[in-house]
């Protein structure tokens, strides 16, 4: 993702919830990175596997240290 930058990441398969519940939880989650970690930049997606499950990725860029 960002190369040799270290990252954090939360993925979360399976999840029974429609699109826009998705879409709330991602936002919540972001929140919760920025609020906790120091992040440059905080990148959120979803999408449906092949059986149709919907997943949530949500990955943050972590600030070098010293920023």
């Known amino acids: 993702m960002a190369g040799d930058r270290d990252t954090v ?6 999840m029974p919830l429609p699109p826009e519940r998705l879409e709330e939880l991602a936002r ?3 929140g919760v990175f920025r609020r906790y970690l120091e ?10 596997d092949e059986r149709g499950r919907r997943w949530l990725r949500v990955a943050a860029v972590l600030k070098p240290n010293g920023s």
């Open 39 to 48: 992040v440059e930049r905080v990148r959120l997606l979803t999408g449906e």
């Open 9 to 14: 990441e939360l993925y979360l398969e399976g």
């Open 28 to 30: 919540e989650v972001e």
